[in-house]
């Protein structure tokens, strides 16, 4: 295969893949603002949206839900504006490295909330009600926040690389 075919298949790939992006933008908020909705007001509706508090007071769980949706979608945001940035004849943009770290340095951080926040603010809220303080994290939270951590830091490598780059094409 040639690698203009390539380059074009690739191209196709981040528009679809735009658009799935630009989804996750709107639905992350309305998702999560429904699952509130239907926890705070009940609902009859056919089709309902759930929220797991955690064991948190629905309020706490609730504006971290909120707090983690606004990240995600900000996160997609970026990850939308760097995939409308791809053409073949530059498959990665030039400020594609900044936007691929905002994505995942806003995907680590909505990450964190569900993960690692959530269950520190459980603990203290329980520690404040019973006097013990008890610490419980998924391991799937902390895969998540592994996984989203590797992907911030290969973020911050590609930055670092398209800046030195830059440097070498200034010098010649």
Do not use: C
């Amino acid at each position: 295969m040639r690698e203009s075919e390539k380059s074009r298949r690739l191209v196709q790939a981040a528009r679809r893949l735009r658009w799935v992006a630009w989804a996750g933008v709107l639905l992350a908020p309305l998702l999560t603002v429904a699952a509130l909705a239907n926890t705070w007001l009940g609902s009859t509706a056919p089709v309902q949206a759930e929220m797991d508090a955690g064991g948190l007071p629905l309020a706490w769980a609730g504006t971290l839900a909120l707090a983690q949706a606004a990240l995600v979608a900000a996160a997609l945001w970026q990850l939308a504006q760097l995939l409308g940035q791809v053409r073949i004849e530059r498959l990665f943009p030039l400020q594609g490295s900044r936007r691929f770290g905002r994505f995942a340095g806003l995907l680590l951080l909505a990450v964190l909330v569900n993960g690692v926040l959530a269950p520190l603010l459980g603990a203290l809220l329980s520690a404040s009600a019973h006097g013990q303080l008890r610490l419980s994290i998924d391991g799937a939270d902390l895969l998540a926040v592994l996984v989203t951590l590797v992907l911030w830091l290969v973020a911050r490598f590609l930055d670092a690389a398209a800046r030195y780059e830059d440097d070498h094409h200034s010098i010649i």
